[in-house]
């Protein structure tokens, strides 16, 4: 069994009428694979989320639970302290609140994560806290002596206001004095001038998430030449967790291709971790109409789209179910 895997990772909608217009930027235009998808698929909710469920996907259950920072440092050094994927952002301030926009999680080229790692170590050198970039654009975050926290990705808070998203109460007063510091050393950090002239978002903020999760040890990255669960399986895209899971594997995540290409990952598995802030019409050609002509055309015996913690899955006979009712825009993914 051949299966083609899709996941738009960032894309989160509120039930109901509420969805098109908390995203219409992303909605606009057609996603006519999409569309065909939700009308002919089988649906399973993820009540854990994507990636727990590819975790299972590929045989190792076992980490499904476990951190997704640690998943992420399975292959640093630093074991002995707690760790958090932080991804860099851009916090906009408006007139009653400050949120994360849809296009405002970001990722930093290797030179601006190399530059802000070396600046974070002198400004915050004696505080037991260690920035490790990671070759998807986001960094790790290790603190001695701050206990794991549950936090909400940045994907699942965009567009709401900041002070519900980050955590309450005593036990996140650390965590939040050390998020005002982070941005406060942002503030002026020359990486932002730059990226002011060529007229980039700023990095006024790293999201720390991720730390919560089952085991206090890390998992072990494989042995070179260790045989991974899934023969064959390949990962394309730039996610912390998703590059820990392949490397636990004895393997890598690859870069992104321009469009997913079935030819090109042999194998029992293949995915393709996307985000939505493309556009929903543009994944939808590069990435959703050539895995489904894949599996029309017998290259694929499955095809599956997860999005919004549903998965939808597609096998050669879906498409007799002709009675099913089509659902335009993002409605599909609700």
């Known amino acids: 069994m051949r299966e083609l895997v899709i996941v738009i990772a960032d894309l989160y909608l509120p039930p109901g009428e509420g ?3 908390a995203r219409a930027d992303v909605a606009a235009g057609t996603a006519p694979g999409m569309e065909y998808t939700a009308r002919f698929g089988t649906r399973e909710i993820l009540a854990d989320g ?7 996907r590929v045989g190792r259950a076992d980490l499904a639970g476990i951190a997704p920072a640690r998943i992420a440092a399975a292959s640093c050094p630093y074991n002995d302290a707690t760790a958090w994927i932080a991804t860099p952002v851009q916090l906009i301030a408006g007139l009653t609140r400050v949120h994360l926009s849809p ?10 994560l190399a530059a802000l790692a070396d600046a974070f170590k002198c400004v915050f050198a004696g505080s037991g806290l260690v920035l490790h970039p990671l070759p998807c ?5 290790f603190t001695a002596g701050m206990s794991p926290l549950a936090t909400l990705e940045p994907a699942r808070a965009a567009g709401a206001d900041l002070a519900q ?3 309450q109460g005593p036990q996140a007063a650390g965590l939040r004095r050390l998020g005002a510091e982070i941005e406060m ?10 990226r002011a002239r060529r007229d980039e978002p700023p990095v006024t903020s790293l999201w720390l998430w991720g730390s919560a999760g089952a085991g206090d040890s890390p998992p072990r990255v494989a042995d070179k030449g260790v045989t991974v669960s899934v023969p064959g399986a390949r990962a394309f895209g730039s996610d912390a967790w998703l590059d820990g899971l392949w490397r636990i594997q004895g393997s890598a995540c690859e870069t992104l291709p321009a469009q997913l290409d079935a030819n090109s990952a042999e194998g029992n598995l293949a995915v393709w971790v996307v985000e939505a802030r493309q556009g929903l019409a543009e994944l939808d050609a590069r990435f959703v109409a ?7 055309g017998g290259a694929a015996d499955r095809v599956t789209l997860i999005a919004n913690d549903i998965a939808t899955t597609l096998g050669p006979l879906s498409r007799r179910r002709f009675w099913r009712r089509a659902r335009s825009g993002v409605g599909g993914l609700l």
Request: no cysteine; aromatic share 8%.
């Open 165 to 167: 998203s980050l955590p």
């Open 103 to 112: 296009h405002g999680i970001l990722r930093l080229p290797p030179p601006e």
């Open 19 to 21: 969805a098109d217009p």
């Open 290 to 296: 050539p895995a489904l002509k894949a599996l029309k």
């Open 185 to 194: 050393w942002l503030h002026g950090e020359p990486v932002n001038t730059a």
């Open 50 to 56: 994507w990636r727990a469920w590819l975790a299972r």
């Open 137 to 141: 654009g986001e960094f790790l975050l």
